[in-house]
């Protein structure tokens, strides 16, 4: 099964797919759709689409997981909400099924702690994918998390 994990955001979103069964998970791809600043919200919205589309064409998972949004009081709170929107609603178009998880369930997840700060998602990402170095940018690598989150959630409920 091929899980589509995905870090929403305005500027950079983050994206990790992996290849699994139940009992081997291997990292296919991962890294960041980087919107231009220089665009309108409405054009980087487009943006995050596009290449969305590109990696559900490419890839074709099974499932997608996505973070969350957590709120926090900052200006750019409605911008990632928004954001988030048009990677669910890529992912219903493709019809492809949605699993959505707060940022303290994947650190849990993958770490073994809700408190987990960055670093420690990072290594454990490494360890979980049996990668040589951590994945970059940060963004690329908590997708990474959120989609094995997908992972141990659907080894559970089988």
């Known amino acids: ?14 994206y990790g797919l992996i290849d699994c069964n139940m ?6 791809d991962c890294g960041i759709i980087k919107t231009s600043q220089d665009h309108n919200d409405g054009e980087r919205m ?13 890839w074709k998972p099974q ?14 709170t ?7 929107g048009v990677v669910i609603m890529t ?7 949605i699993l959505e998880f707060p940022p303290m369930q994947i650190k849990l997840a993958v770490t073994g702690s809700g408190k987990a700060n960055k670093d420690e998602v990072s290594m ?5 994918l049996d990668l040589s170095k951590p994945p970059r940018p940060d963004d690329a690598s908590d997708a990474l998390a959120i989609a094995l989150t997908a992972y141990y959630q659907q080894r559970i409920v089988k």
Do not use: H, W
Request: proline residues 3%.
């Open 91 to 97: 992912l219903a178009r493709f019809r492809v099924p």
């Open 78 to 84: 409605i911008k990632v909400v928004q954001a988030r």
């Open 124 to 128: 454990a990402v490494i360890r979980e």
């Open 1 to 14: 099964m091929i899980i589509l994990g995905i870090d929403p955001g305005l500027a950079r979103v983050g």
């Open 23 to 28: 009992t081997q998970k291997k990292m296919l």
């Open 63 to 76: 499932i997608a997981s996505v973070e969350k949004f957590f709120f926090y009081r900052s200006s750019t």
């Open 46 to 58: 487009v943006e995050i689409t596009r290449d969305l589309r590109y990696l559900i064409n490419k």
